[in-house]
């Protein structure tokens, strides 16, 4: 068998075929449900991001890809081909976890060439395989060595090695990077992310780091107490978040209770402000508007869409600082406001200073209002 | 889009776990579940097999004698518990929270009674209070043989037992706890009744039952230095193989499951609070020296450490004299056994060779047990009940497991009849009394054991039972080799679950010492005893050096 997972893919990747096509899939532990009827297409060659808070359902989902936990109800299929009930050895997947799950006391080399050991190849091919692996993950004379004399990083990176060795068609990563520290987790971003386009091979990653998702994916599955709520790129999920959860899982996003007067006009209290759009909503309703932090903009002089606000708290956050606006009034206003440094090192606010806030048309979006009244 | 279905994969692997965890379930069905249904059969029927209902139990309350045992029983265990559980408290206390020298040494000394059959203090005080003790005047002309000899040896045999618990509970200190006492100026006195005493509540509670349950099914003792003083232990043997009244039997055994089984869920209670006792945040207690508190705590270990001591070396010093008490002089003439016993030498043969295979076969079948239930997937509802019947025989007493087997393999119905008397028979019967704490030193092991390993491996198409050899399994080598020597020793030790088992041709040491005894054969009774020790302690040793030298070599993979 040749070893195409290695090589450069050079053709084109496939455009977005049904590489793993999930249909009505649902998981339940007793009575609470992990999973409720998750539909999900992916094409080959994709890498694809599940985010979602812990018990989302994430990692239930990519276990039941991977056969480890059966699904309750519903369809997997994998080239074309039904694995609903296969058990995880006759899928073709690869998979690796946050505790990196090496085999202890065996070397480096022994734990990369597991599988192949396995497919009663000869020697000689395995350790050419394991050699060249290793030198893929950027561990070529690590062979000899145990997996406790490896830091996180390297240990990670024989993880992979291994879960790539059988050239699988699906590599499955289950937080991958959660337990390295930052340092290495943002190098080893770029790597896998690199590997991947490399081999082109299709993968699926869990995490609940959005940074990360955002950075490494094509496409990002959100997940929300075992449902999906919204797929789309990185782009897509940030600039146009389908649902209020998803705006304020992926980056921050404050929101403001108001009402629908037109199209393209909401009332806040005695303010109106325009937005772009109101999709589906009916004059009268009661919405969320959400904006997010770097959206705002501190200006001079009222106009549209500016609110008069007063400067509530400041909080240093490196690059920039964000701060805390609040309206007067009765029923005051809330949001967030992130000032680059540059803005703050010109204009010097303090805590108590009145401001006015100018919130574009084009960053507000409107969701159904959150107390449902 | 044509959907084709994938080719129907059998699931070789699930296919195998379900079939071995079928054969383990079976096993263990024979081994604990039948016997123990044996013997609570045993109890409602009369002799010819029928249905009596709770006849026998009538009949056991209407006779004084037996009712008398039951008394003597629970009043003697009762005493027992309370003497050794405040020494066995304040000794643990000296080992975990004081600075006094010698901690590791006094541990170690304290462990001695569990490398012997529990008889040995019962020959030892023969020996020193008994019709020819040297120390006899000092019991006022009471006599050593009946409960007062009953209630010293048993506390001698069971303050190991007493004392693991306690150390454990004393250690899961909050240091912390201390701290805020001493920084709100607290009595020291007060600090112990309000943060000592209820923090080892729990252990204290888990080690009186414990030493309750131990004294009132242990058989070895009672027999050897009991007299006339019946307790249920020796009632059971006597029914049994003095009278053949398989019955009555039963239900002394059933009387005897009962503070067994109580213990058991004390046990189970006090272990679920124990933990959630101890925050993942707390601090580990540090002892300060103080030197008054150091130096009357070692003279109390000394003390007893001493007695331990004494107890075992009376017995082996003992073995060695020529006639007790009249010519002192040293010889071996004791340990050749063929003089006192048909069996000779043959008897601690067949012991070790018992020991040998117990160990072998147990540990296979705990270990590859506790990794079927623990790491593999399929059948749930199977694997917990194989944990189930793995967790059960910590609830029997090795003397009703014993009296189940007679009844079990002697059954007219039984194929597995051929046993009787061999080392098969024996060798499942101590498998099995022993089972659950090897089983749990065995899943212990495995929970550490990251769980990801079988999924990692069926991700690269590699069985399960690769992974078991190529990983599991060297992995917990030391943790095997615990409880090789775990069942080994306890193997060896054994009397009450065995003495109803054996056959002419496999007499076991620790039996030969009971008949020995009952022969008047006191000194070679000591000498077997002395084997016996020394065996227990050689492994012991063997597997603590082995454990430094040749696993290391094997687990270069440990170092960093």
Redesign the interface.
Known sequence: MPNHAVMPSAAPRAPAG?FLSIRGLSKSFGPFQALKSIDLEIGEGEFVCFLGSSGCGKTTLLRAI???DRQTSGTI??R????SN?????RD???V?Q?Y?L????TVAANVG??LV??RKPRVAIDARVKELLALVGLPDQAMK????LSGGQQQRVALA??L??S?GLL?LDEPLSALDARVRLRLREEIRALQRRLGVTTIMVTHDQEEALSMAERIVVMNHGVIEQVGTPEEVYARPKTAFVADFVGRMTFLPGVIESETLVRLGDQRLRVAETPGFATGELVALGLRPEAVRLVDGAGENRLAMRITALEYLGSFVRATLSSDGAAPLTLLADLPFNVMQDRAYIPGQAVMAELPAGALRVFPSRTGA | MSVEAAPRHRDREALVATALLLGLALVLVLLIAVPLWSLLSKSVQNSNGQFVGLANFSRYIATPSLVASLWNSIWVSSLVALIVVPLAFLYAYALTRSRMPGRGLFMAVAMTPLFAPSLLSAISLIYIFGNQGFLKSWLFGASIYGPVGIVIAEAVYCFPHALLILVTALRLADGRLYEVAEALGTAKSRVFFTVTLPGARYGLVSAVFVVFTLVITDFGIPKVIGGQFNVLATDAYKQIVGQQNFEMGAVVGLILLMPAILAFAVDRQVQKRQVALLSARAVPYEPKANAKRDLALLAFCLVIGGVLIGMLGMAIWASFIRYWPYNLSLTLNNYDFANFDPQGWGAYLTSLQMAALTAIFGTALVFMGAYLVEKTRPQPLLRGFVHFLAMLPMAVPGLVLGLGYVFFVNAKWNPLGIFYGTLVVLVANTVAHFYTVAHITAVTQLKQIDSEFESVSASLKVPFWVTFRRVTLPISLPAVTDIAVYLFVNALTTVSAVIFLYGPSTKLASIAIVHMDEMGAVAAAAAMATCIVFTAMAVKLLHLALDRLVFARFQAWRKR
């Open positions: 049904s991977a056969g480890l299929m994998l074309g081909l039904d694995v296969a058990p995880p050895s006759a997947f690869g998979i976890f505790s799950a085999f202890p006391n065996l597991y599988g396995n497919q145990y997996p406790a004399q291994r879960a060795a059988t699988p499955l």
